[in-house]
């Protein structure tokens, strides 16, 4: 700070604060909401200062099967696209930015028109080609040889049906490329004049060198999957596929049949948002360099 | 990159693309193909029919009150979400800018809600909201009747734009202070000695250095208010009351997974499509110029 | 890196393939039977999934929940198009016309009648009958879970404020509605607001039409023409109640949720359906009263009509599972499954035997059941089989559009009926167009 102004100073921390308030309210509400019985909540309203019922009603709502179930299923889906990402991202980035062939620009273009196009607006189709994975592959071979087989595959309501589309998209190899551009080109060089192949070059210095651009898109892409609520609610039905960011919504009671207990409805709330925010206080300098590094 | 450091054959990255290559033409180029052949029939759900009608279901959507319902309300949603987004990540980023030393604490705590799912949070601002048991249905004890978000189209509204700002705020917020810390402050020290107090110094140093970043985060906001506030939408207000936030996004959703509608919903997808490709081709060629300039 | 990565997309491809595999590799007898119901509906289901196979010595029948009556139709029409479909699902009622004309249809009558269980239609209750028949009166899907509206009241909250009787006409509605207000109750009737209930139940009630064509039961040509008439004064009467706090929507209460909210006690007067008895009973909160639908004074009133579902059976399974999934529709058909599935959800019993039994059993009957039943005994006329209509999911939510806004004061109830009626008549346009080429499915599997 240039100067020691203290009425500035204090200013400034008042509405910094006002600002933490507001980013923190809905989580301290449900911290609040969640540690008080439904009896409090029925009768006056919900509560604003935290109770002393927080560990029953975390006990109840974590006994319930469905919770684990879909907590499971969020970790297993993060973990099958974090890794899947990755190990796309950072080949395929190495292919766009280490060869001299044409080929490089087919993975470049093929993979950088996906940005263009989120999974959102293209829902409905995605939707279809899950369900129907084999159908292209049908098409082509009955245009071909004029046999219609019934090979098909279904993915919903599958981990790879949750995981694999998500992964079909360009930040990851975008992200790498970046990082590759920056390494220096000696390296390459030197190693090319030494007689290692891509492969050694690839294993033995690029892959060292990016551990961190490694944490840091998997910090991103873990994120970005364990919060995806649009794609789990088309491609799952089956109760025990759910991830928790869709499972949530069915904690409102329309679904249940029951009459609603508030509290528990922000307990499972705070489940769904305690392995997310972990993960983001162990890894947040990577995931802030990560997106200083998108921002570039 | 000097094609000296380069390495030599088709084979290998051939076979180091082709995993992503596949996959996404599996789930990118196939369902995108398949929308657009859609959106030239009449297709029956089971597919026992096709009739073509060329650009039809453009027409008829660009014909109907609904469709343009919906963009208007993308718009506003997109406008207010986006500006409160910049501008919040914006004013908190030069205060914590301003405590260099101590802000060390805001600047971790800010980010926190970046790891919170919308609909974890629509599920939470749902419950807050009620006018039953929420703290703003207090507001109804002092104007009777003022609360009323799930009937009052400007409430809702107001609901949404409110929780798809806090979601975006902490992305804003992180690449708004690394910018900031990156102006040197020298630049700073100067424009103080000459006697400009933080608002002046804001104005005239650091806003026109963050301009990259602030078109940036724009777009990136933008494309996401066009899809990922589905989430909200969807746990917040079901695109009610009465189509108040009824985003082209939802009604894709809705006209083709409760509809069954795929020609009408795909002929949307298409649009929307072509409008986040607007979106995308401004940033692009922004950046272009950007590095060009840059040298 | 790449091996290990194309390993795992292999792997996971192939579990991908092993987890749709059962249904292609069990014994010939098996099949499988989408349905489309949570919580209460969805043990009562899976416990006859049960008892039928531990009946069945050569027959398996595999019962899956596919989630929402959306999402099942949904799952259907993809697993149809990628020829997975299963043998036996459970549609709503508004995904019929979709399911009538899609060509993908075992008509469950033609399957019955050359499996040898021929089921006659006049078994049928004559409100479940005419709501799934074609216009030849053939049942092409096989009636499964089936509620009316009736008048849930809370008898306590009533008697104290000096109303006997239960509401027979909405004028009588509408003075106890009042009455529970003078008293200071916060919610005296309570509703979610949804066509079902108000545009379908009220106009078959009166006998009034929705849609020409005898409500689109004659043909695809049917186009709406609810705005006026009896439809028009409801929903002004509606919009009346609703401004002045005496219709309070579900989404303003406590409890969310227009079921809830009646049976946990907030509110006093509810217009639900006879299924939502199996929650109010078990709440075990309020001392619920059950009447009929009320009418407007000095008018006729006709009979109700039905919201549920049916059961459709799809075309491309091997010749050997049809025996077996008419064995099962038969077993379903029966009236000891009709009662139990009906005393544990509220859902009515579907025919005259079923009914018969209910009726007399010595532990008396839900009911509301009993006030449904009633119901829909009474006099028809063309209007009170439902709809038949295109796109009615769609139709559903832009009449919940255009009343939403009229009750936000953005529009007249007048304009916005009008409005929905123009909405959804370019629906049913385009519907006809959809399949006026559509080819004639044979009859057959």
Avoid at chain 1, 202 to 222: E, Q, R, Y
Avoid at chain 1, 274 to 280: D, G, K, Y
Avoid at chain 2, 171 to 179: P, T
């Amino acid at each position: 700070m240039v100067e020691r102004h203290p009425l500035l100073k204090t200013t400034t921390l008042i509405l910094l604060v006002v600002g933490l308030v507001f980013a923190l309210g809905p989580i301290y509400l449900a911290l609040c909401s969640a540690s008080v019985t439904s009896r409090q909540i029925l009768v006056h309203g919900l509560a604003l200062l935290p109770g002393s019922h927080l560990w029953e009603n975390l006990r109840i709502v974590m006994r319930d099967a469905r919770i684990g179930t879909m907590l499971f299923n969020s970790c297993v889906v993060s973990l099958i696209v974090v890794t899947g990402k990755l190990a796309l991202a950072s080949t395929s980035a190495f292919a766009v930015v280490y060869f001299r062939s044409r080929i490089r620009h087919v993975v470049f273009w093929g993979t950088f028109v996906t940005l263009l196009l989120p999974l959102e607006v293209r829902i409905v189709p995605t939707y279809a080609v899950a369900s129907d994975l084999f159908e292209p592959l049908r098409r082509l071979i009955a245009a071909v040889t004029g046999l219609h087989l019934s090979v098909s595959i279904n993915l919903l309501d599958s981990y790879a049906g949750l995981s694999l589309p998500l992964m079909a998209s360009a930040t990851g190899t975008f992200l790498f490329r970046q990082f590759y551009l920056t390494v220096p080109t000696e390296l390459s060089e030197a190693a090319r004049m030494d007689g290692a192949g891509p492969i050694r070059f690839f294993i033995d210095i690029l892959l060292p060198l990016s551990k961190a651009n490694f944490a840091a898109l998997g910090t991103i892409v873990f994120l970005g999957t364990w919060k995806d609520y649009m794609w789990p609610l088309v491609a799952t039905s089956r109760p025990d596929m759910r991830t928790i960011s869709l499972g949530i919504a069915t904690f409102l009671p329309t679904e249940t049949g029951q009459p609603p207990e508030w509290n528990l409805v922000m307990a499972a709330a705070l489940i769904a948002l305690a392995p997310p925010l972990f993960v983001m206080g162990l890894t947040q300098r990577w995931f802030v360099r990560g997106v200083t590094g998108i921002g570039k | 990159m000097k094609s000296s450091a380069r390495f030599h054959g088709h084979w290998i990255p051939l076979a180091l693309g082709l995993p992503q290559l596949v996959l996404i033409a599996l789930f990118f180029y196939w369902p995108t193909l398949k929308a657009f052949w859609w959106s030239l029939h009449l297709v029956c759900p089971f597919g026992n029919c096709s009739t073509f009608v060329g650009l039809g279901n453009y027409t008829r959507e660009l014909t109907d009150s609904s469709f343009y319902a919906a963009l208007r309300t993308t718009a506003l949603f997109a406008a207010f979400g986006v500006s409160l987004s910049i501008a919040v990540a914006l004013f908190l980023a030069a205060m914590v800018e301003l405590h260099r030393r101590t802000g060390g604490l805001f600047r971790y705590l800010l980010i926190w809600p970046y790891a919170v799912a919308g609909s974890v949070l629509g599920v939470i601002l749902k419950v807050a909201a009620s006018p039953s048991i929420g703290p703003l249905g207090y507001l109804n004890t002092l104007w009777p009747g003022f609360w009323q978000p799930y009937l009052n189209g400007t409430q809702s509204m107001l609901m949404v734009v409110f929780a798809f700002a806090w979601t975006q705020i902490p992305f804003n917020f992180i690449v708004f202070v690394a910018a900031l810390r990156a102006i040197p402050a020298e630049y700073l020290a100067a424009a103080a000695i000459d006697g400009a107090d933080p608002v002046r110094r804001f104005i005239d140093i650091q806003l026109p250095m963050l301009k990259p970043q602030l078109f940036f985060v724009a777009t990136i906001n933008l494309i996401e208010s066009f899809t990922n506030s589905f989430a909200i939408v969807d746990t917040m207000t079901q695109g009610g009351p009465g189509r108040a936030t009824n985003i082209l996004a939802y009604k894709i959703y809705t006209d083709g997974f409760i509809g069954l509608d795929l020609s009408g919903s795909s002929a949307l997808s298409m649009m929307l499509m072509l409008l986040v490709f607007a979106a995308c081709f401004v940033q692009f060629f922004v950046f272009e110029r950007r590095a060009r300039q840059e040298g | 890196m790449k091996s290990s990565a194309g390993a795992r997309i292999l792997a996971w491809v192939l579990s991908a393939l092993v987890a749709a595999a059962p249904a292609a590799t069990c014994a010939a007898a098996d099949f499988d039977f989408w349905y489309a119901h949570g919580g209460i509906y969805a043990q009562a289901i899976e416990s006859m999934c049960a008892n039928f196979n531990a009946a069945s010595l050569q027959d398996h029948v595999h019962c899956f929940p596919q989630g929402t009556y959306e999402q099942t139709l949904r799952k259907t029409v993809a697993a149809y198009r990628a020829g997975r479909q299963p043998a036996l699902v459970e549609i709503y009622d508004i995904g019929s016309a979709d399911m009538l004309l899609s060509g993908a249809v075992y008509p469950v009558d033609t399957l019955m009648q050359a499996m040898g269980h021929p089921i006659d239609a006049s078994d049928y209750l004559k409100g479940i009958r005419r709501f799934y028949a074609t216009e030849n009166g053939r049942l092409l899907s096989q009636p499964f879970s089936a509620s009316t509206l009736v008048l849930y009241a809370n008898r306590q909250k009533l008697t104290a404020v000096g109303v006997d009787h239960l509401p027979q006409t909405w004028e009588a509605f509408e003075a106890a509605m009042e009455a529970l207000h003078a008293h200071g109750k916060s919610c005296p009737a309570v509703s979610d607001y949804t066509p079902w209930k108000m545009l379908e139940q009220i106009n078959a009630v009166q006998g009034a039409p929705i849609a020409s064509a005898n409500n689109g039961h004659e043909g695809l040509q049917a186009r709406y023409e609810f705005a006026d008439g009896v439809h028009r004064r409801f929903m002004n009467d509606v919009a009346r109640w609703y401004s002045r706090g005496l219709l309070v929507p579900a989404i303003m209460t406590r409890a969310n949720d227009q079921t809830l909210a009646f049976a946990d006690g907030e509110c006093a007067m509810s217009v639900d359906a006879t299924g939502a008895y199996a929650i109010v009973k078990k709440a075990g909160l309020v001392d619920a009263e059950v009447g009929l639908l009320p009418v407007y004074a000095g008018t006729k009133r006709y009979g109700t009509t039905i919201g549920g579902s049916s059961l459709w059976v799809l075309k491309g399974q091997s010749a050997s599972v049809y025996p077996a999934v008419a064995r099962f529709l038969a077993y379903l058909h029966d009236p000891r499954q009709q009662l139990m599935f009906a005393r544990r959800t509220g859902y009515l019993p579907l025919t005259h035997e079923a009914e018969e039994i209910l009726t007399t059993a010595p532990d008396a009957e839900p009911d509301a059941i009993r006030e449904g039943l009633a119901s829909l005994e009474l006099p028809n006329n063309d209007y009170n089989a439902g709809t038949r209509l295109g796109f009615t999911p769609l139709f559903r939510l832009i009449w919940q559009d255009e009343v939403q806004r009229a009750l936000g004061g953005k529009e007249t109830m007048d304009t916005a009926l009008e409005h929905a009626q123009v909405r959804g008549n370019r629906l049913l346009e385009r519907f006809q167009t959809t399949y006026i080429d559509a080819p004639r499915a044979e009859d057959g599997p």
